[in-house]
């Protein structure tokens, strides 16, 4: 057995199980500590979808306050039996998001993660409820090399968990001699390798003619990158086994350091619990998958490389052979004329989107055009087809408490914050069962309508009530009726619209994302006049709204943070109190989606659920009962707030997403 020792924040023991004859003393450690015990295990990647396709669960490691235990799982029995024991015996386990650490060993090792998750402490939803920003946003962040700097020990504990890029430099210097360069008659130089030429000496090339020059090297382990470090290591590494054992050892102790610190009042309203559940409920989604229509997905590759080619060639008839080379471009567009001035960061002339879309010429519009396509294929099509598992399904992880108000996103296979909206163009990449068809159910403005029953604001509730447009009551506060009579309807028998509808709209939802008549204007293309007019009117429609956005502010002011609806707390920026208001509402929305995901659960809907995407719920349904369970869902996640029920309304498809989407009465 190999013992490791350190001193972080107090002297720390690792102990590593090397043969079947170390396991007592693992056994005796897990009975001493079963009360409570830190959990991780070491992988080949993060691709748990191909488990026993290339991917594996190398360690599982065990720990508590200064002590750990490493199983080298990778050599099989008995260590795999040891890990499920103690898996089995603890009665509260913790580990740094739980989700991943649950696909491995039920993925690698066939072990139900159910009786795990109602004991298992996930550190990452405890540091998210303690402070919920980023690093660049001048929070803990919430990795745990993050975490443990900020939280356990900024000194050795921080390098440690910061040293596997250089166990990858380690291990690139360890060479080994794979054959000798010769010089043949001709002055050439050639290499001779040992693996082509097995019991190749220096004599023998002398005896057939060559001129020897020198032995030469390549890395034992190939070359080594801080990607793929994990799979190439040596299992016993010393330096990697230090970094595996110290992680049960800080998540233990970083359970101990969070619980204290999470809020009251969001002890109070179950938070932790309640946090849990959601990620137990999107782990189930996770494992589940999405279908992928790989026909689809090949067919619009293939239509980008040839548009990237087309555009590329464009582009080199004009003197730019790289459309990554911002010296050629600059280089092409001054011998056009063209005088670029934007600097980069460095100093050198920008030619970025914002620079080279202000410029009309062929080659513009070429680099533009040729670069929105090699992004495309790859984000979108190549992305899927590379994490797609051996039956065809991708697995996107559903970060269930990510932004800094908690908002759900979605990453990997899936780069659903960058899907293009209105179109299922990408969506149609992904698929409903085989007799199945794709629903979706999502709120009805529900931002907004939070806003009225939150603030009380009479117009605005009077609004909904009614059935009338408030993107109306919007324009028409800031610019006058201009002719619009509200009794008159279109012909569908709809409040007819006021010719400033769409400053009003935008308006609307611009500021209750926190924004200013500025993003007004450059995001929903209104005059700055108009965006001024209907920022004012908007404040001066519902005057609730502004005593609530007041309140907001005067509490982040005061304590640098807000509480929600639900108890949750979100620091607030001290030069930025303007934005409280956004915060709680986009994080009591979220938490809307979050209990409309519990109550479809408790439904028995998870099964057909495949991805939560802001206010909206992707549903795979059998194809004869849609139209029953689309309206059953949207049911059970309608919510009612101070009196004011936020609706869900369903639209069913074909057997694509993308179907949804390319409806002709589509809301989307």
């Known amino acids: 057995m190999k013992t490791i020792t350190a001193n972080v924040k107090g002297p720390v023991t690792i102990y590593v199980v090397e043969t079947p004859e170390d396991l007592p003393g ?66 509260r386990l913790a580990a740094q998001n739980r989700g991943f650490d649950f696909h491995v060993i039920e993925a690698c090792f066939g072990v139900d993660p159910f009786p795990l998750v109602k004991k298992t402490w996930d550190t990452k939803i405890l540091a998210h409820l303690v402070d919920g920003r980023s690093k660049e946003e001048g929070g803990s962040g919430l990795k745990l090399e993050d975490l443990v700097r900020h939280y356990v020990d900024d000194g050795l504990g921080a390098k440690i968990k910061g040293s596997m890029n250089e166990v990858a430099q380690d291990l690139n210097r360890v060479k080994e001699v794979v054959g000798f360069k010769a010089r043949n008659k001709a002055g050439e130089t050639l290499e001779f390798r040992f693996s082509d030429h097995p019991g190749l000496s220096k004599e023998d090339l002398k005896d057939e003619g060559y001129s020897y020059i020198r032995e030469f090297k390549e890395g034992v382990y190939g070359k080594v990158t801080k990607e793929n470090v994990w799979r190439k290591v040596p299992l016993f590494h010393e330096r990697y086994l230090l970094y595996a054992g110290m992680d049960p050892i800080f998540t233990y102790r970083l359970k101990h ?52 080619a087309k555009y590329r060639a464009i582009a080199a008839e004009h003197g730019v052979e790289n459309i ?61 087809l590379k994490h797609m598992d051996k039956e065809g399904r991708v697995h996107p992880s559903i970060n269930s408490i990510q932004a800094r108000s908690a908002r759900m996103t979605i990453t990997g296979a899936i780069a659903a914050q960058t899907l293009p909206a209105g179109t299922g163009y990408v969506r149609h990449a992904f698929l409903a069962e085989e007799g199945h068809v794709t629903a979706t159910v999502d709120f009805s403005s529900m931002e907004l309508m939070f806003l009225a029953a939150d603030s009380g604001d009479k117009t605005m509730l009077s609004a909904y009530r009614e059935g009338r447009d408030l993107h109306n009551l919007t324009a028409a506060t800031a610019f006058g009726d201009m002719g619009w009579d509200p009794s008159q309807k279109d012909e569908n028998g709809k409040e007819a619209y006021h010719p400033k509808r769409k400053a009003g709209k935008g308006t609307n939802y611009t500021v209750v994302f926190g924004g200013g008549y500025k993003a007004v204007s450059t995001q929903w293309d209104i005059n700055e006049e108009d965006a001024k007019k209907a920022v004012k009117g908007f404040w001066e429609a519902y005057p609730a709204t502004k005593k609530l956005s007041k309140r907001c502010m005067d509490e982040a002011t005061r304590n ?109």
């Open 26 to 91: 693992f056994y005796q450690f897990v009975s001493e500590n079963q009360d409570f015990l830190g959990f991780d295990t070491e992988t080949t990647g993060l691709d748990w979808w191909n488990a026993g396709e290339g991917f594996h669960c190398r360690l599982a490691q065990f720990g508590n306050h200064d002590t750990a235990w490493i199983l080298p799982v990778e050599l099989g029995q008995p260590f795999i039996g040891a890990m499920k024991t103690a898996l089995d015996r603890a009665k």
């Open 324 to 384: 990554g080379s911002p010296d050629q471009i600059v280089a092409a567009l001054k011998n056009l004329g063209f005088k670029l001035t934007k600097p980069t960061d460095t100093g050198q002339l920008s030619t970025d989107n914002s620079v080279l879309s202000a410029i009309d010429h062929p080659l513009a519009e070429a680099i533009i055009k040729a670069k929105a396509a090699v992004k495309k294929r790859s984000t979108w099509f190549e992305n899927a």
């Open 257 to 308: 350091i969070l619980i204290p610190l999470v809020p009251r009042r969001s002890l109070r309203y179950g938070l932790i619990g309640w946090e849990h559940r959601l990620s137990w409920i999107t782990y189930q989604m996770e494992r589940t998958g999405y279908l992928v229509d790989r026909e689809y997905v090949e067919a619009r590759i293939e239509e980008l490389k040839e548009e990237e």
């Open 560 to 668: 640098g943070y807000i509480y929600t609806v639900t108890g949750r707390r979100i620091m607030v920026d001290k030069d930025r109190p303007y934005a409280a208001m956004n915060y709680r509402i986009q994080s009591s929305c979220r938490d809307i989606t979050a209990r409309a995901l519990i109550e479809l659960d408790k439904a028995g809907f998870t099964p057909y659920m495949r991805l939560p995407i802001h206010d909206e719920i992707v549903f795979s349904f059998p194809k004869e009962r849609a139209e029953e369970l689309t309206k059953t869902a949207a049911e059970i996640m309608a919510f009612t707030y101070k009196g004011l029920t936020i609706p869900a309304d369903g639209e069913i498809g074909d057997r694509s997403w993308g179907s949804v989407l390319d409806k002709e009465d589509s809301k989307h």
